[in-house]
């Protein structure tokens, strides 16, 4: 079982910036890709960015693009987001998940990855 941790959440203005981490063990070697989800109440749980291990393929979510950054530590088994004008509407908790190795599927389908963290929240206030 692979166990992701989140962390790097908090409260921030608008046009700031955070910098989300996900620690996760067996990248590489049990999985292959590590995606950045978000959620808010009533809603459905929603695609932000993506990266598969080589670090050379990465996927972002439309209303992300040019904001957001995915990057990986692979030494550190750690995939980051780095997260700059932020806006409200980027508000909500951020999961990281991870893909088994090997299976493939859609990079912004939750269903399509089969670990979870817990989850860290992201407030932004205009």
């Known amino acids: 079982q692979v166990q992701l941790v989140e962390s790097g959440g908090g409260s921030v203005q608008a046009g700031g910036s955070l910098r989300l981490t996900c620690a996760a063990p067996?990248?590489?070697?049990?999985?292959?890709?590590v995606g950045w989800f978000r959620q808010v109440p009533g809603k459905e749980r929603e695609a932000v960015a993506s990266i598969y291990m080589n670090g050379r393929s990465t996927d972002y979510a439309d209303s992300v693009k040019g904001r957001f950054t995915i990057s990986q530590d692979i030494a550190k088994l750690t995939v980051y987001l780095q997260m700059n004008s932020l806006q409200a509407e980027d508000t909500g908790m951020y999961y990281c998940a991870a893909r088994r190795i090997g299976i493939g599927g859609a990079w912004n389908k939750p269903g399509d990855y089969h670990y979870w963290g817990q989850g860290t929240q992201v407030t932004v206030s205009s």
């Open positions: 067996g990248y590489t070697t049990s999985t292959d890709r």
